[in-house]
């Protein structure tokens, strides 16, 4: 298969997952290594496609969807609970920011789109390897949530507020 053969069905992979497709994958199908699809994925971006890298592998960026940033505060413990709030009604989690006094802002990307997800990122920051952002701002901390609509960040914007992990800006 020609490389532009293979790029082509990367994207039309992408274009149809729902999850994002690590690159071990995309190599085992295409029977080449892992740099070959970093470097299609290269090619790709460079040739304007908006291809996302996530820890889990890759999505293809599309239609326009409605974003919000949510500032919040909880614990640790409330983590997973939180993040279903979003992902429950509509959400994707994309990232998490800090605004710290000395180092400006600090983000992660986090492409939370399922409770797994969540539950996932919780136990590697529990499991003592990490801390999460929040421990260097008292528990604040922002996230950008996109949805399919505005009224589905309204929705998660008054679930966030009820459950009290909602700080108004």
Not at 81 to 97: N, Q
Not at 116 to 131: P, Y
């Amino acid at each position: 298969m020609k490389a532009h053969q293979r790029r082509n069905e990367i994207l039309s992979l992408l274009g149809n997952a729902s999850l994002p497709i690590p690159a071990g994958i995309l190599s085992e199908k295409f029977a080449v290594s892992r740099q070959v699809i970093v470097q299609d994925i290269a090619v790709l971006r460079a040739e304007g496609y908006d291809v996302i890298s996530t820890n889990r592998g890759y999505l293809l960026g599309g239609a326009a969807r409605a974003r919000r940033v949510f500032k919040c505060r909880h614990a640790l413990d409330e983590l997973v609970e939180e993040a279903a709030l979003m992902i429950d009604l509509g959400g994707r989690v994309e990232d998490v920011f800090v605004n710290h006094r000395v180092y400006g802002r600090i983000s992660a990307r986090l492409d939370l789109i399922t409770r797994t997800h969540a539950e996932e990122l919780h136990r590697s920051l529990v499991s003592g390897a990490s801390k999460p952002l929040m421990s260097v701002t008292d528990g604040y901390h922002y996230h950008t949530v996109s949805a399919d609509s505005e009224d589905a960040l309204d929705a998660i914007e008054r679930a966030l507020r009820t459950r009290g992990f909602l700080i108004e800006i």
